[in-house]
């Protein structure tokens, strides 16, 4: 490694000849030395302040010939620069504040990097409003009941970052929390409505607030009907065997609380009837008990009307199929109008249903049933949904000879659950419709994101393919026309009478043009060194870094790796940027007195750090710097390294200084044979172009 410390070389005046020099007449050189004197402060005024962003800056219109023609085209560039301020301050305002979100931008200029400009900016705008528009849609989806779709969070196998990511985590989140949710409620019913699996709770893990409720009130649901059938069916099988001392104590409210009471009347009914029965038979008779029973019988009438149910007695051996008068009304059959036949119900039940309702019979070791089919009413055609429930009889040989129970109407409960399954179907095709639109949603960022990186780095591109066409017009013209005014004044002073005043004045103009001519080669070689195109990289930091030390005064040491060599014209003048930008920094804000510049090949890359001793600064995370406009300090830097798909790392504590590491992929040495290092650097130092 080689180390240079930096030092105030001597000013060089421009040579003016070369091969190429203008041969000026003494009598043209008089007419135009006047305004041409008056025109560069002028110039070089106009030109900082456009540096400092002022594009309202104006040239003369009243100048005549080439400073004419630079004022005017001047003029352009500042009036196009200062119309492009305005639109993009504009755009701010109706798209960003007011929602005009059709408004486009519209420069004065559409020639050229201009009209990239304005169409880029126009294709920027577009697709940063779209994620909006996503999300609006999405949400409505949802809203529609659409949950079978899920947002990617990677595109190309790149994860999604900032408010992205943010949003389609938030989008999955809420999707898969109503997926689990509706699951678990369909699982739920069909158990328990459906499969007649008593006991079956909702299960949704990790779950708040109105989620939370829902399945609370969920399982609520579910341990409440359960609790209730149970019961319900307890006391049935109670008094099917006689014992009628049992009664439903579950509790419940609305329709089942009515069923209930129904019931538990009934049982009270049964209870008291049959007790009056034994005491009547003791006391009364048979007639009186014939009495009493048909009284009974109405109340079991009016009660099973209640419950929406009705009972059955077969005789397996005798074929003898007994309905109550009220199963009978809810089979669509007249009083007495059922045949009273096992075939005569089978003939009700739907064909695909026949199956399932000859099951509890047909199983041997089943004693008691409890199974769901539908039927087809006689009257008007209707299917309605049966819960047949009840209890099988047996001989010794496990042979079924006696079925009793009862059928409970539960087409009102199977619509419920088909509403439902409905709804869980609509909400699995609004939610593959979702998930088809995230992906398409997802493939415009992926090509937005291209198209904002392409936009990004043809900007950086235009902004150095402007910064060297500057450098070469004031090198190459300006720089030329300064040195013909010189070369002239040298002429006048010459033939100028020795200790007059017209001999003062022409030595104090030609160190006037020294200095402008001076003024001219930094500022051209500012916005774009030539040794940076002729000599390569490593030369291009050591006179950046000597000219950076004698403006600031703050010591720059230079450390390159002499295996470095040439690298391709975009590393390089990326490079060249960013310890620009750095140095810039270093002396704009750290109030260090000395930095450092290193700059090696490490690990198969290129490795460049540049560090200071100044009072530091907070870290910044990379989604804040990520957040700052393009070609704007550390931005800027970060976009460049990007453009080569590098690495930005930024260390800093206060008191202690910055430093900032950037590492890129190695780019190939171009293979540009030259002059040993010291010839180099001497040949660049001392080497102008001919003047025209």
Same mark, same amino acid.
């Given at each position: 490694?080689?180390?240079?410390?930096?030092?105030?070389?001597?000013?060089?005046?421009?040579?003016?000849?070369?091969?190429?020099?203008?041969?000026?007449?003494?009598?043209?050189?008089?007419?135009?030395?006047?305004?041409?004197?008056?025109?560069? /402060?002028?110039?070089?005024?106009? #030109?900082?302040?456009? &540096?400092?962003?002022?594009?309202?800056?104006?040239?003369?219109?009243?100048?005549?010939?080439?400073?004419?023609?630079?004022?005017?085209?001047?003029?352009?560039?500042?009036?196009?620069?200062?119309?492009?301020?305005?639109?993009? %301050?504009?755009?701010?305002?109706?798209?960003?504040?007011?929602?005009?979100?059709?408004?486009?931008?519209?420069?004065?200029?559409?020639?050229?990097?201009? =009209?990239?400009?304005?169409?880029?900016?126009?294709?920027?705008?577009?697709?940063?409003?779209?994620?909006?528009?996503?999300?609006?849609?999405?949400?409505?989806?949802?809203?529609?009941?659409?949950?079978?779709?899920?947002?990617?969070?990677?595109?190309?196998?790149?994860?999604?970052?900032?408010?992205? #990511?943010?949003?389609?985590?938030?989008?999955?989140?809420?999707?898969?929390?109503?997926?689990?949710?509706?699951? *678990?409620?369909?699982?739920?019913?069909? *158990?328990?409505?459906?499969?007649? %699996?008593?006991?079956?709770?909702?299960?949704?893990? +990790?779950?708040?607030?109105?989620?939370?409720?829902?399945?609370?009130?969920?399982? #609520?649901?579910?341990?409440?009907?359960?609790?209730?059938?149970?019961?319900?069916?307890?006391?049935?099988?109670?008094?099917?065997?006689?014992? #009628?001392?049992?009664?439903?104590?579950?509790?419940?409210?609305?329709?089942?609380?009515?069923?209930?009471?129904?019931?538990?009347?009934?049982?009270?009914?049964?209870?008291?009837?049959?007790?009056?029965?034994?005491?009547?038979?003791?006391?009364?008779?048979?007639?009186?008990?014939?009495?009493?029973?048909?009284?009974?019988?109405?109340? @079991?009438?009016?009660?099973?009307?209640?419950?929406?149910?009705?009972?059955?007695?077969?005789?397996?051996?005798?074929?003898?199929?007994? !309905?109550?008068?009220?199963?009978?009304?809810?089979?669509?059959?007249?009083?007495?109008?059922?045949?009273?036949?096992? *075939?005569? !119900?089978?003939?009700?039940?739907?064909?695909?249903?026949?199956?399932?309702?000859?099951?509890?019979?047909?199983?041997?070791?089943?004693?008691?049933?409890?199974?769901?089919?539908?039927?087809?009413?006689?009257?008007?055609?209707?299917?309605?949904?049966?819960?047949?429930?009840?209890?099988?009889?047996?001989?010794?040989?496990? %042979?079924?000879?006696?079925?009793?129970?009862?059928?409970?109407?539960?087409?009102?409960?199977?619509?419920?659950?088909?509403?439902?399954?409905?709804?869980?179907?609509?909400?699995?095709?609004?939610?593959?419709?979702?998930?088809? &639109?995230?992906?398409?949603?997802?493939?415009?960022?992926?090509?937005?994101?291209?198209?904002? &990186?392409?936009?990004?780095?043809?900007?950086?591109?235009?902004?150095?393919?402007?910064?060297?066409?500057?450098?070469?017009?004031?090198?190459?013209?300006? =720089?030329?026309?300064?040195?013909?005014? %010189?070369?002239?004044?040298?002429?006048?002073?010459?033939?100028?009478?020795? &200790?007059?005043?017209?001999?003062?004045?022409?030595?104090?103009?030609?160190?006037?043009?020294?200095?402008?001519?001076?003024?001219?080669?930094?500022?051209?070689? @500012?916005?774009?060194?030539?040794?940076?195109?002729?000599?390569?990289?490593?030369?291009?930091?050591?006179?950046?870094?000597?000219?950076?030390?004698?403006?600031?005064?703050?010591?720059?040491?230079?450390?390159?790796?002499?295996?470095?060599?040439?690298?391709?014209?975009?590393?390089?003048?990326?490079?060249?940027?960013?310890?620009?930008?750095?140095?810039?920094?270093?002396?704009?804000?750290?109030?260090?007195?000395?930095?450092?510049?290193?700059?090696?090949?490490?690990? +198969?890359?290129?490795?460049?750090?540049?560090?200071?001793?100044?009072?530091?600064?907070?870290?910044?995370?990379?989604?804040?710097?990520?957040?700052?406009? /393009?070609?704007?300090?550390?931005? =800027?830097?970060?976009?460049?390294?990007?453009?080569?798909?590098?690495?930005?790392?930024?260390?800093?504590?206060?008191?202690?200084?910055?430093?900032?590491?950037?590492?890129?992929?190695?780019?190939?040495?171009? =293979?540009?044979?030259? /002059?040993?290092?010291?010839?180099?650097?001497?040949?660049?130092?001392?080497?102008?172009? /001919?003047?025209?």
């Amino acid at each position: 490694m080689k180390r240079s410390r930096t030092a105030e070389p001597p000013a060089e005046p421009l040579k003016g000849n070369g091969v190429g020099a203008v041969a000026v007449s003494a009598a043209a050189l008089a007419r135009a030395s006047d305004s041409e004197h008056v025109a560069l /402060p002028i110039l070089l005024a106009a #030109l900082q302040s456009m &540096r400092d962003g002022d594009f309202s800056v104006r040239l003369p219109g009243s100048w005549t010939g080439l400073s004419g023609k630079i004022a005017d085209t001047f003029n352009d560039i500042a009036a196009a620069n200062q119309q492009m301020a305005c639109e993009m %301050k504009r755009m701010v305002q109706v798209v960003g504040k007011e929602g005009r979100t059709r408004e486009r931008a519209r420069f004065r200029e559409s020639r050229g990097a201009w =009209g990239e400009m304005e169409t880029s900016v126009s294709s920027l705008t577009e697709d940063l409003l779209r994620p909006t528009t996503e999300v609006t849609r999405a949400i409505a989806a949802v809203a529609q009941g659409n949950l079978t779709q899920q947002v990617r969070l990677d595109v190309d196998g790149r994860p999604l970052e900032g408010e992205f #990511l943010r949003s389609a985590s938030i989008v999955n989140t809420m999707i898969q929390q109503l997926a689990v949710f509706t699951s *678990e409620v369909i699982r739920v019913a069909r *158990e328990v409505g459906t499969d007649g %699996k008593l006991g079956g709770q909702a299960v949704v893990p +990790g779950v708040a607030g109105t989620w939370k409720d829902l399945t609370d009130s969920v399982n #609520l649901m579910a341990s409440n009907l359960t609790g209730q059938v149970r019961n319900i069916a307890e006391v049935a099988t109670a008094v099917a065997s006689g014992d #009628l001392s049992r009664k439903i104590t579950v509790d419940v409210r609305g329709e089942i609380l009515q069923l209930k009471e129904a019931i538990n009347t009934m049982v009270d009914q049964l209870r008291s009837f049959a007790s009056e029965v034994t005491r009547v038979a003791r006391e009364v008779g048979t007639d009186e008990i014939r009495r009493m029973l048909e009284e009974t019988q109405e109340r @079991l009438v009016l009660a099973q009307h209640a419950a929406n149910c009705g009972t059955f007695d077969y005789d397996v051996r005798t074929r003898v199929n007994f !309905w109550s008068d009220e199963l009978q009304r809810l089979y669509g059959f007249v009083p007495g109008g059922f045949p009273r036949t096992y *075939e005569g !119900w089978l003939d009700c039940v739907l064909p695909e249903d026949r199956e399932i309702a000859r099951a509890p019979e047909q199983a041997s070791p089943c004693r008691f049933f409890d199974t769901e089919f539908r039927i087809r009413r006689r009257d008007n055609g209707e299917i309605r949904w049966m819960n047949s429930r009840g209890r099988i009889q047996r001989d010794g040989s496990g %042979k079924a000879i006696r079925v009793v129970g009862l059928n409970i109407d539960i087409t009102r409960t199977k619509r419920v659950e088909e509403d439902l399954k409905r709804a869980h179907e609509e909400l699995k095709g609004a939610h593959e419709e979702l998930e088809v &639109r995230v992906q398409d949603r997802t493939a415009e960022l992926r090509t937005a994101q291209d198209r904002l &990186r392409k936009l990004t780095g043809r900007l950086m591109r235009s902004q150095d393919e402007e910064r060297r066409r500057i450098a070469r017009e004031l090198h190459d013209g300006l =720089g030329q026309y300064l040195v013909a005014v %010189k070369m002239n004044l040298d002429v006048l002073a010459m033939s100028a009478p020795a &200790r007059s005043g017209l001999l003062e004045n022409l030595t104090d103009a030609i160190k006037q043009i020294e200095n402008a001519i001076a003024e001219v080669r930094t500022m051209s070689h @500012l916005l774009h060194p030539p040794l940076l195109d002729e000599v390569g990289l490593e030369l291009a930091l050591v006179w950046y870094a000597e000219g950076f030390a004698k403006r600031s005064g703050i010591d720059v040491e230079v450390d390159i790796s002499p295996a470095l060599g040439r690298l391709d014209t975009e590393a390089e003048t990326a490079l060249f940027r960013v310890v620009q930008e750095c140095l810039t920094n270093v002396h704009r804000h750290s109030g260090s007195a000395t930095a450092s510049v290193r700059l090696s090949r490490e690990n +198969g890359g290129l490795r460049l750090e540049v560090c200071d001793e100044g009072r530091g600064m907070p870290t910044l995370p990379s989604e804040e710097v990520s957040s700052l406009a /393009p070609g704007v300090g550390l931005q =800027g830097i970060r976009e460049r390294v990007l453009q080569l798909r590098g690495k930005v790392d930024i260390t800093s504590s206060e008191g202690e200084g910055t430093t900032v590491t950037v590492t890129i992929p190695d780019t190939p040495q171009t =293979g540009v044979a030259g /002059p040993a290092p010291f010839e180099r650097t001497c040949a660049a130092l001392t080497s102008e172009r /001919p003047l025209r």
